[in-house]
């Protein structure tokens, strides 16, 4: 493995042990054994729960943050400071910081979770067949579910939340860098759930046993269901490659907009504006504009990000085309391909809808794309084209999210497309199950 991956705090790596070394490997793996073997016995006593016993314990761990905000925050401040003095990247430090506000949403993101259907039992399909046997195929949860992710302790609320909901047991490992922040949410989740008579063992955590930890929980196959990971591409793709547990790949969002010859002014500004400043280190950001040719809207749109603080990384047409007093920095191809998570954005010209689409197929991600537009049969065009998880028209990509999607939350954004494909709510942590009901019937 790279240097560059065995130096960060929070990745799993497969160090082999040294000879006559102690056993502590050893100690961690039983420990982390023990905890999935206690999720999994949760996790059936939470697959029996009905709708309204799993409601009681979502508004219970919202009334606990809400009730206990001043201790979270306070942990919060903690990472925070230590974060500022290791040098955290400014992105990084807003995923983690708390505030009074990202509290409440958070507890509002569980009164919406509670108001939602559940899908445990929903039929997805059914038929009876001429030998009288009748069929159903319904959602169930899918038992233990893991998360690996870093510096986001929002994560910790939105996947137990979801994870309860869907009838799940959860297994969180959320970094160091918002160690005091996870110990005290995963300390209240539990408090809450058993406040209410559901397992707390239905949330817990490895963060204690570090890197060995994630290790273990990554070789864990047979007693963990499912693992995400959730955070940038050095993290996701280290577990996406040592990870024998069953993987649902979250990805970074190097997002697209495509700025159409016909698309308004007015629409493009704000759109781009919202789209690039409103939370810039969050993923459904738009890292790159790429802009047609015959568009005019071009200086109206670029002075806007340029006095919003944007810097714009830009190749030799578009720095023709921009106005006097707009400055920007040559780009590169590495700006292409990067997710700047900050006040950056690369900006390139095409001459057509096929070269953007071939320019967004050769760099993205398959995260977010989006096209602004007045012409209905470019719009078609780019739907039809361009494979991404999210395809927007004339809409930000800040869109692109669990919550403004009538999900409730989300436990990422996933950029694969096997059984879960973009934002992934309730029914994304939901397998099926044949039901097959009978009077006797024997095969020919």
């Known amino acids: 493995?790279?240097?560059?991956?065995?130096?960060?705090?929070?990745?799993?790596?497969?160090?082999?042990?040294?000879?006559?070394?102690?056993?502590?490997?050893?100690?961690?793996?039983?420990?982390?054994?023990?905890?999935?073997?206690?999720?999994?016995?949760?996790?059936?006593?939470?697959?029996?729960?009905?709708?309204?016993?799993?409601?009681?314990?979502?508004?219970a761990v919202g009334a606990?943050?809400?009730?206990?905000?001043?201790?979270?925050?306070?942990?919060?401040?903690?990472?925070?400071?230590?974060?500022?003095?290791?040098?955290?990247?400014?992105?990084?430090?807003?995923?983690?910081?708390?505030?009074?506000?990202?509290?409440?949403?958070?507890a509002a993101a569980l009164e919406n979770l509670a108001n939602l259907p559940d899908p445990v039992g929903n039929v997805v399909r059914g038929q009876t067949l001429p030998n009288g046997l009748r069929l159903r195929q319904v959602n169930v949860p899918m038992g233990v579910v893991a998360a690996i992710y870093e510096a986001r302790p929002n994560v910790t609320v939105d996947i137990a939340g979801l994870a309860l909901k869907s009838g799940n047991a959860v297994?969180?490992?959320?970094?160091?860098?918002?160690?005091?922040?996870?110990?005290?949410?995963?300390?209240?989740?539990?408090?809450?759930?058993?406040?209410?008579?559901?397992?707390?063992?239905?949330?817990?955590?490895?963060?204690?046993?570090?890197?060995?930890?994630?290790?273990?929980?990554?070789?864990?196959?047979?007693?963990?269901?499912?693992?995400?990971?959730?955070?940038g591409r050095e993290l996701i793709q280290t577990v996406v490659t040592n990870s024998s547990v069953p993987v649902i790949e979250t990805g970074e969002g190097n997002v697209h907009i495509f700025l159409d010859a016909s698309a308004d002014e007015e629409m493009a500004v704000e759109i781009l504006l919202n789209a690039k400043t409103q939370r810039p280190s969050v993923c459904n950001t738009v890292e790159t504009l790429l802009v047609h040719s015959g568009s005019t809207v071009l200086p109206a749109v670029a002075a806007a990000l340029r006095a919003a603080g944007v810097t714009l990384h830009t190749d030799e047409r578009i720095r023709a085309a921009l106005p006097?007093?707009?400055?920007?920095?040559?780009?590169?191809?590495?700006?292409?391909?990067?997710?700047?998570?900050?006040?950056?954005?690369?900006?390139?010209?095409?001459?057509?809808?096929?070269?953007?689409?071939q320019h967004i197929r050769t760099w993205s991600t398959g995260h977010t794309e989006a096209i602004l537009t007045n012409d209905l049969a470019n719009a078609e065009r780019f739907i039809a084209e361009v494979?991404?998880?999210?395809?927007?028209?004339?809409a930000s990509t800040r869109f692109t999210d669990g919550g403004e999607l009538g999900l409730g939350a989300e436990v990422g954004i996933s950029t694969q497309k096997l059984h879960a494909r973009g934002p992934m709510g309730?029914?994304?942590?939901?397998?099926?199950?044949?039901?097959?009901?009978?009077?006797?019937?024997i095969r020919a």
Do not use: C
């Not at 959320?174 to 922040?181: E, I, M, R, V």
């Not at 494979?387 to 004339?394: E, F, G, H, L, M």
């Not at 099926?432 to 009077?439: A, F, L, N, P, S």
């Open 64 to 106: 606990a943050l809400l009730e206990h905000k001043d201790r979270i925050l306070a942990a919060n401040a903690k990472d925070v400071a230590s974060g500022r003095a290791n040098g955290t990247s400014a992105a990084l430090l807003d995923r983690l910081t708390l505030t009074d506000a990202r509290v409440q949403a958070l």
């Open 387 to 394: 494979d991404s998880a999210a395809v927007i028209v004339n």
């Open 324 to 357: 006097g007093g707009v400055d920007s920095v040559p780009a590169t191809d590495a700006d292409w391909a990067t997710e700047y998570m900050d006040l950056d954005l690369a900006v390139a010209m095409v001459d057509s809808l096929d070269e953007a689409v």
């Open 171 to 231: 297994i969180l490992r959320g970094g160091s860098a918002a160690a005091a922040t996870n110990a005290a949410l995963v300390s209240l989740l539990r408090e809450a759930l058993d406040s209410v008579g559901l397992p707390a063992d239905a949330v817990q955590s490895v963060d204690e046993f570090g890197r060995d930890g994630a290790n273990v929980l990554m070789r864990a196959r047979g007693r963990v269901d499912v693992l995400i990971p959730r955070g």
């Open 426 to 441: 309730l029914t994304e942590l939901t397998t099926t199950k044949w039901i097959v009901q009978g009077e006797g019937q």
């Open 1 to 59: 493995m790279t240097e560059a991956l065995t130096s960060h705090p929070d990745l799993p790596v497969h160090d082999a042990p040294a000879a006559g070394a102690p056993s502590a490997a050893t100690d961690v793996e039983a420990a982390v054994h023990a905890i999935a073997d206690r999720s999994r016995v949760a996790s059936r006593r939470m697959a029996r729960a009905n709708r309204a016993w799993k409601d009681r314990g979502l508004r």
